[in-house]
């Protein structure tokens, strides 16, 4: 090898260095102004100290148990239920949960599953609550209710739904390419820098604007902040979860447990969001106790945009013998 080549390759890890040590510092530096707001206070909360990480629960208000679960997202958090809980804790006990990987809950480096959820909600329900609560779910969460009561009769008495996907999305299975997506997301400095990225505050706004809110104006700063400060707390170890969605590992088919559920399962969809109607219908179609309602100039999360509209409904299913 002569002067020239060994000068070259020389240079090449001293830069290669520098834009390692450079990205590692851009990380720290996000994690740490992700946090200065301080809007998902642990104070306003206790942990439980479950199997696989701690997970931070709140316990609010008196009457028959409701537990609300937010969507599997490292971005989301029970901060999504502040507007509702409110409401709902005047005549019942409101439980509201991070999950594992979101928010203020441990964020362990390991494979995120369905059944680790499903285990989760089993548990929380047997060791916090005590008793079979009403479960509210947003988005993707209606699997682990799902499942959960499927292998659990007496878990669960109803199940409310809110926006639920397209049942073949939780179809999905692992292959090579996802394989390879969840690797790259968890290698120690790219994968953040990459995870970092996708939860940069102008993407996470992106998301709030067109996704989860009809009328965007409404998105308010700290409901930003505190999207953006879940999905980068515990040194932006969100990136593990977010790894197995990408994976595929969070999915896991419902269509079966769906057809064995003998409980009240209510489906409440945004008219807003694409494909409501038939999303709502695929599930009635699959189980009679299934029912539907509708709520307009709503997105993804009514609960932030119009929560006396959703309390309303929901209200009407729980006053439903």
């Given at each position: 090898m002569n002067h020239s080549?060994?000068?070259?390759?020389?240079?090449f890890f001293i830069l290669t260095a520098f834009a390692a040590g450079t990205i590692h510092f851009v990380n720290r530096f996000i994690d740490m102004t992700?946090?200065?707001?301080?809007?998902?206070?642990?104070?306003?909360?206790?942990?439980?100290?479950?199997?696989?990480?701690?997970?931070?629960?709140?316990?609010?208000?008196?009457?028959?148990?409701?537990?609300?679960?937010?969507?599997?997202?490292?971005i989301a958090s029970s901060y999504e239920w502040c507007r509702l809980v409110k409401k709902l804790e005047k005549t019942h006990t409101v439980y509201t949960l991070d999950l594992l990987g979101c928010g203020r809950s441990d964020k362990p480096c390991l494979t995120y599953t369905n059944y680790l959820y499903v285990q989760l909600l089993t548990d929380f329900i047997h060791n916090i609550i005590g008793e079979s609560p009403d479960v509210i779910t947003t988005n993707n969460s209606i699997s682990f209710a799902v499942l959960s009561q499927n292998m659990?009769?007496?878990?669960?008495?109803?199940i409310i739904a809110i926006n639920p996907p397209a049942l073949g999305t939780f179809e999905r299975n692992p292959d090579k390419y996802s394989s390879v997506k969840k690797i790259l997301l968890?290698?120690?400095?790219?994968?953040?820098?990459?995870?970092?990225?996708?939860?940069?505050?102008?993407?996470i706004q992106k998301i709030l604007r067109e996704t989860y809110f009809a009328k965007p104006q409404l998105v308010s700063s700290k409901m930003l902040d505190a999207y953006y400060e879940s999905a980068h707390m515990d040194k932006s170890h969100g990136k593990y979860l977010m790894a197995s969605i990408e994976g595929h590992y969070t999915d896991n088919a419902i269509t079966h447990a769906l057809k064995k559920i003998e409980i009240p399962l209510y489906i409440i969809e945004s008219r807003n969001m694409k494909d409501a109607v038939a999303i709502a219908d695929s599930y009635t179609h699959k189980?009679?106790?299934?029912?539907?309602?509708?709520?307009?100039?709503?997105?993804?999360?009514?609960?932030?945009?119009?929560?006396?509209?959703?309390?309303?409904?929901?209200?009407?299913?729980?006053n439903d013998k």
């Open positions: 080549m060994k000068k070259n390759i020389k240079h992700a946090e200065m707001k301080n809007i998902l206070k642990s104070q306003n909360g206790e942990y439980y100290d479950w199997k696989n990480g701690r997970i931070f629960y709140s316990k609010r208000g008196s009457g028959s148990p409701i537990l609300l679960v937010h969507e599997l997202n490292p659990d009769r007496s878990l669960i008495r109803r968890e290698l120690p400095i790219i994968g953040t820098f990459i995870y970092n990225i996708r939860t940069h505050e102008m993407n189980n009679s106790y299934v029912e539907t309602s509708y709520i307009s100039n709503a997105g993804l999360t009514p609960q932030l945009e119009v929560p006396d509209k959703l309390l309303g409904i929901i209200n009407m299913f729980l």
